[in-house]
């Protein structure tokens, strides 16, 4: 497990997800610019997850899937309480509290981690078994 490698490519979730959160509330499509953020958020979870995966694993595969997707949830939802919500929730009169709490952020991570899993599972697992003859 290459540490150094988890922690640059989560950092880079982090930013890469925060950053279209922002840019999709920004955007003036629908009325409740909160769902419209998460949606965009969700929309890019799936390539931005699938090529965090595809990097960290050009070089190791030694971690199962379900780790790594929670070790890199883990650094996003860290920079989220040192970053995110200080600066972008809070003025807006949210708190940590409506943060976490909210299902969304949950479900996002659930599809994080999954999405990590199937990564390993597609990608790594089924590569690195012998072909049965």
């Known amino acids: 497990m290459k540490l150094t490698r988890i922690l640059i490519v989560g950092l880079a979730i982090w930013l890469l997800g925060a950053l279209s959160f922002v840019l999709a509330y920004m ?4 009325e409740n610019r909160k769902l419209q953020a998460n949606l965009g958020l969700i929309g890019i979870l799936f390539p ?6 595809r ?14 997707g929670t070790l890199f949830f883990l650094i996003s ?8 919500v200080p600066l972008l929730f809070i003025p807006e ?3 940590y509290a409506d943060f976490y709490g909210d299902p969304i952020f949950w ?3 659930a599809v994080f981690i999954a999405l990590s899993a199937s990564y390993y599972y597609i990608r790594i697992k ?7 003859q």
């Open 27 to 30: 955007l003036p499509f629908m």
């Open 48 to 53: 931005l997850v699938w090529n965090a995966n």
């Open 55 to 68: 990097i960290y694993y050009k070089k190791s595969s030694a971690i199962n899937g379900w780790i790594l």
């Open 77 to 84: 939802g860290t920079m989220y309480a040192l970053v995110t």
């Open 93 to 95: 009169g949210g708190s």
């Open 107 to 109: 479900l996002i991570g």
């Open 126 to 132: 089924t590569s690195t078994q012998p072909s049965k």
